[in-house]
Each structure stands twice: as C-alpha cells, then as structure tokens.
C-alpha cells in the first residue's frame, strides 16, 4: 500500500513539474498556453495549497490568453475571475480577514495571489466593457488589493498590489473614487520595492505605470526617464531579471518605445 502511494505522490510531483514547464513557456503560442492550462485541469491537489495554486495558475492563464492572443476577451476573462475567485474560496468566505489571520504563511502567500488575480482579470475586464461595469466592479478591485496589503502579502506579483492600486487612482476620476494622492504613494513604492539596479524594478512594468504618475503630474523629464529605462532593455536583460513574466516584460519594452515616441521623449 505504501508504494502504492509513494508511486501516485511521484507522478503527482512529475506532473506539476510537467505543467509548470508548459505554463513557463506559455508566451511561446496560445497552443502552447491551451496545453499548460489543460495540464493543470487534470491535476488532482493535495490540499488548500495546492488547490489554491492550481487555480492560480488556471486564472492566469485564463487572463494571458484573453489579454495576448484571444478575440473573445469580456467572455474570457469572465473564466479568469471565477476561477480566481473558486482560488479565494478555498481559504474561507471572500474577504474574511478574520479567517484569513489564522492561515499558515504559505496559505497567505496562495490566498494572496488568488486576490491578485481576481482584481487583475476584472481590471482588464472593465476596461473592455465600460463605465457600467467599472461602476459595478470597482469595489472589488479595490477590496481585493487592499486586502492583499491587509496580510501583509506585499511581494506578490512584484508589489502587485501597490501597482494596481495605484494605476486604480491615477486613472479613475475622483468622482467615482480615484485619488491620484494615493497613487502617488502606491506607485513609487512599486518601484522602490523591486529595485534590481539603476532604479529599474525586476518588474519593469513598475517603472512604466510610474512614469505614466510622472507624466501626468507634468514632470516630462522623469517621466522619460523610467520609460528610457524600460525601453533599452535587451533580450539578455529581460533573461537576467528572472521576474517570471519573461514575455509579458518583451511586450511592456515594446508599449515603453511607443509611448517615448508619442511623448517626444529625448
């Protein structure tokens, strides 16, 4: 009976091996990233960890599709959600922050991450559909972030958090609960809590978003700057941040030229 075991727990660990080296190379075409998300259909979790994970990565891949390759995104996306969500739903009742202080730290970690997907497939979700499904959702982007602060989740998604917080208050009018205050606190600290050299996060969409802050508030010059950052990235350099978003940072350096160029950067 126990090699019976030891055999199902190996093809267990060989399988998420499998899937995770599918879901590495989802960048490399949407067949691609339809097998990754198949694999991790078939996977049988161990328990809340490894359910949460499972979904976690079912969402994201969800949200990649609809973001890099898919026609039909709204319809997407919907999928990503309610999978992000099954993903919080494991842990308890959503946003249940009492319930939530009696996780293990690798639960937080999970939990965190379900949260960060949820808000991030509805921030593009809303962006797609318009004012009345902003009006709708927006509570929940913010909920879902400010929750990720509220256990202390702060690394996540390289500051995941403070980033579509602070993209959340630049962007939203103040009238409908955007305050580019708080963006001005959340952005920077994206930045500064990523930072791998010369003021470049590991993310480099960190320094983007912030020179859009920059930007807006008038200030060309250093706006210019984070995006001059971003955009004399190498291939090699994108390797060498190791950020785990290897083909999301090519298409970021690509949106950095283009907005050097319609800002008439120097």
Not at 26 to 47: H, I, N
Not at 93 to 110: C, G, H, Q, V, W
Not at 189 to 212: C, E, H, I, M, Q
């Amino acid at each position: 009976m126990l090699s019976i075991l030891l055999l199902l727990a190996n093809l267990s660990i060989a399988q998420t091996t499998d899937c995770e080296t599918l879901y590495t190379d989802r960048g490399t075409s949407l067949a691609r990233s339809e097998e990754a998300y198949a694999c991790f259909e078939k996977q049988v979790p161990a328990d809340n960890i490894t359910t949460a994970r499972r979904f976690n990565r079912l969402a994201y891949l969800k949200f990649f599709m609809a973001e890099h390759y898919l026609e039909n995104k709204a319809e997407v996306l919907l999928e990503s959600i309610a999978l992000a969500e099954t993903g919080i739903l494991v842990f308890g009742k959503k946003y249940d922050l009492a319930a939530y202080r009696a996780l293990t730290s690798e639960e937080k970690e999970e939990l965190a991450w379900a949260l960060y997907h949820y808000g991030l497939a509805t921030s593009l979700y809303v962006d797609i559909k318009g004012i009345a499904e902003a009006l709708r959702r927006m509570d929940d982007i913010k909920r879902s972030m400010s929750t990720i602060l509220r256990i202390e989740q702060f690394a996540v998604a390289h500051s995941g958090a403070h980033r579509t917080l602070g993209i959340f208050h630049m962007k939203v009018p103040v009238i409908a609960g955007g305050d580019i205050e708080i963006s001005k606190n959340y952005l920077p600290l994206a930045v500064n809590s990523t930072l791998r050299s010369g003021g470049l996060s590991v993310y480099p969409l960190n320094n983007s978003v912030y020179a859009d802050l920059l930007y807006k508030l008038g200030q060309k010059d250093a706006a210019c700057a984070q995006l001059r950052m971003v955009a004399d990235l190498t291939d090699a350099d994108v390797s060498a941040l190791e950020n785990g978003y290897e083909f999301e940072t090519r298409v970021h350096i690509q949106e950095a030229k283009k907005t050097l160029r319609s800002r008439q950067c120097p």
